[in-house]
């Protein structure tokens, strides 16, 4: 695979192998010096020009453990603010010897549109609303192994997973939605109709704002992150109201089923869609998301960049 | 030494389609002296000698197109477009006048700014050049440009295109204002409240994109506010670059009423949709966005109808490296003038004739120039003319161009219709697709 920009152009096929990948990751991670020299000497430029401290970290962390030299581009001390296109911040970086640029973005797109001008692989690692392609993958293998699934493109048949909160201003939401239900789970979203996405209804997903109505007959229970700014956009009425309606509570948690996985991308908002500690809950999966979001990340960028087997060993 | 230079020129072989023919015309030559058509005889005549002669045979001589909507970027802009090259892209587009949009910088709210863009066009010589006027100081949205002033100018359409005048008190006075001055109010229809940060048409193309949307009903507001405001104040409105199908419900009712109201259509609008994004590549943004299939059929009815009066370009040159950005940084606009002539005549199923009415007479009336351009090609008329291979095809290649920007849409895309040549007041501006300055 070229680049991992998104979902849909990864297909059912590639999310089986990048999962398959994954497990094996997994093993790595577990030795005792977790390093093996897939990558050495490649260089992957990590380009975030929104900041995002956690990914980041899990991006370099997985290319330290495949050997891959990581560089991070910092955009606050680059030219980007000084009146260069894009075209010629991705050129000039280029033109060191990159194999893979790993890009954060703000605004939707700017992963296809960096592809066009330079020879490198791109990894989106979050563009605007529209896709957050790692954070899918995660969250797929992080279901199937709590459910101790095997990886296959039906990994998630049978489910039905609750995606609660923003999914109008949701990266994570739009790539789990299409990774889940490309794996054979049923989607339904729980939202306010401020917070869904426009001509929802050709989205393939149940659509609802009764939280109560779906939270004892759902496998998974995924919370988005209730972003404040939202509140000056009139898109809710206030944060208290929408913790009633859309927050995970006491109340409700005691009706989940004792096998229901609570998921977050992260980072929380307790007191707003998070009400409950996830320690307190039977299974909160959530702290297993990043440390599958490091297995994940090395799988993607063996799969992008390896030419040998993720086997050879130190 | 010499005596005053008699400029003459012949059109041979040409069939004619104005606003008096039927829409097969009429095979005649033609003789121009000092600008103005002095002998047409029927093809193969006797006619008298010129100093320049140009071949119309098997092409269509209708009089000159003018765009009623076109960025020419000077003052303030000229990275991207000058007066000068944009009037060269306007002549090769078979345009013999533009009214220039006047959000440059300095805005074109004042005689000065105004008399150095129509000093600017006469000085580049390829098409007259018509500046339009702002509605309010600096397309500000707070006050009154002096209207009657500017009209000393020529100034007889008022935008403050690239915004909408959102304050109704504003715009109603606007219109009460320049009721009596026979002027019209251009309006780019927009309520900004409900297109901020929007890149793309709020549908499910935006909805799978993760883009912010742009919704039809910040244009249909502004439609139905100012439709409202020119029936109860005896205003003139002319809707700016129509794009939805409800838009033109609206226009069509008002007409039907009545009332003082026009309206033009892009092509990009009647040619592509918000799908067009899903490449993410920011030469699709546009202000208003691409939209659906659906307004595209409803669009083309109403040109077909006469809802809509005249096809204008929203010709918005952008320099490279102001295009190579991210969606929401990338500024809208499009290039227009060279591809709007096969846009119209290759993909609206329009005849010829009423595909000229759209891009020659109707918005030439509705500039206030239809004392010299959209004019009979007749004995005595000013010789503002293009001369057309309605079924030439070729391929857009934005090297080629000749606008300063390359932001064509249609880059690789083969289309029908091509522009021979272009007269400009009796003198040949473009001969087999050439600019001669
Ligand atoms: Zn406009
Ligand atoms: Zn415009």
Excluded at chain 1, 33 to 45: N, S
Excluded at chain 1, 49 to 55: G, H, L, M, Q
Excluded at chain 2, 258 to 283: K, Q, Y
Excluded at chain 2, 345 to 374: F, Q, Y
């Amino acid at each position: 695979m070229k680049h991992l920009r998104g979902i849909p152009e990864l297909g059912v096929e590639g999310i089986v192998r990048i999962l398959n990948l994954a497990d094996h990751m997994v093993e790595v991670n577990r030795r005792p010096v977790p390093k093996v020299p897939a990558l050495v000497g490649r260089t992957v430029v990590s380009l975030f020009f929104e900041d995002s401290t956690r990914t980041r970290i899990s991006f370099e962390t997985a290319a330290k453990r495949l050997s891959a030299d990581i560089m991070t581009f910092s955009v606050s001390t680059s030219s980007v603010n000084k009146g260069e296109s894009l075209r010629d911040t991705i050129e000039t970086v280029s033109a060191m010897g990159v194999a893979a640029f790993i890009v954060r973005h703000k605004t939707s797109g700017v992963p296809w549109q960096v592809s066009q001008w330079t020879d490198a692989s791109i990894i989106n690692a979050g563009d605007g609303w529209h896709q957050h392609p790692t954070q899918a993958l995660l969250d797929c293998h992080t279901i199937r192994t709590e459910l101790g699934r095997p990886a296959t493109e039906d990994c998630l048949a049978g489910l039905r997973i609750a995606i609660v909160g923003d999914v109008r201003h949701s990266r994570v939401a739009r790539s789990d939605i299409q990774a889940f239900t490309a794996l054979g789970a049923r989607v339904v979203v729980v939202a306010p109709r401020t917070l869904l996405p426009p001509e929802v209804h050709t989205w393939p997903v149940e659509v609802t704002s009764d939280l109560d109505s779906v939270v004892a007959d759902v496998d998974v229970v995924y919370m988005l992150r209730m972003q404040r700014e939202r509140m000056s956009e009139a898109l809710v009425p206030d944060l208290g109201e929408y913790s009633n309606r859309f927050g995970l509570d006491h109340a409700r948690a005691a009706r989940l089923r004792d096998e229901c996985l609570v998921m977050h991308p992260g980072p929380m908002n307790r007191g707003v869609e998070m009400l409950v500690d996830p320690a307190d809950l039977r299974r909160s999966v959530v702290t297993r998301q990043v440390s599958n979001g490091v297995a994940v990340r090395m799988a993607v960028l063996f799969d992008v960049l390896g030419d040998t087997n993720p086997e050879v060993a130190s | 030494m010499n005596a005053r230079e008699v400029n003459t020129l012949n059109i041979v072989g040409g069939r004619v389609i104005d606003p008096t023919t039927d829409a097969d015309g009429r095979l005649v030559d033609i003789h121009v002296v000092d600008g103005r058509i002095a002998v047409i005889v029927e093809a193969g005549g006797a006619l008298p000698s010129a100093d320049s002669v140009l071949d119309a045979s098997n092409a269509v001589v209708s009089p000159g197109f003018v765009d009623l909507h076109t960025h020419l970027r000077e003052p303030g802009r000229e990275e991207s477009e000058t007066i000068e090259t944009g009037s060269r892209a306007a002549a090769l587009g078979g345009f013999t006048a533009v009214v220039a949009m006047p959000n440059t910088d300095p805005a074109q709210d004042s005689r000065a700014v105004v008399e150095f863009v129509r000093e600017q066009g006469r000085r580049a010589g390829l098409c007259e050049v018509v500046p339009s006027g702002c509605i309010t100081v600096g397309r500000a949205g707070e006050q009154l440009v002096p209207y009657a002033e500017l009209m000393k100018s020529g100034v007889t359409l008022f935008t403050d295109d690239g915004n909408g005048v959102q304050d109704p008190l504003l715009m109603r006075r606007a219109f009460e204002y320049s009721s009596d001055l026979g002027v019209t109010m251009a309006q780019h229809c927009e309520v900004s409240r409900l297109t901020a940060g929007a890149v793309m048409h709020e549908g499910s193309c935006c909805s799978h994109l993760g883009l912010p949307g742009w919704p039809s009903i910040a244009e249909e507001l502004m439609v139905h506010r100012d439709i409202e405001l020119v029936r109860i104040t005896g205003g003139r409105l002319h809707v700016l670059h129509v794009s939805t199908a409800r838009s033109v419900e609206m226009i069509r009712a008002a007409k039907a009423d009545g009332l003082s109201v026009t309206a033009e259509v892009t092509p990009h609008h009647f040619t592509l949709d918000d799908e067009s994004l899903r490449s993410f590549d920011p030469v699709f943004k546009v202000n208003p966005p691409l939209r659906t299939m659906a307004d595209i059929e409803a669009l083309k009815a109403g040109l077909r109808d006469g809802t809509i009066d005249a096809i204008a370009t929203d010709h918005a040159p952008h320099a490279d490296h102001l295009k190579e950005q991210p969606l929401d940084t990338a500024p809208p606009g499009m290039l227009g003038l060279e591809t709007a002539f096969a846009l119209s005549v290759g993909e609206l199923g329009m005849d010829l004739r009423s595909v000229l009415a759209c891009l020659s007479w109707n918005p030439a009336r509705i500039a206030g120039i239809a004392d010299r351009h959209g004019r009979p090609v007749a004995v005595g008329e000013p010789a503002n003319l293009a001369v057309l291979d309605p079924g030439v095809g070729w391929t857009v290649d934005r090297r080629r161009l000749a606008s300063k920007s390359r932001n064509t849409p249609y880059e690789g895309r083969s289309v029908t219709g091509r522009v021979r040549h272009t007269v400009l007041n009796g003198r040949a501006v473009v001969i087999d697709q050439v600019a001669q300055r």
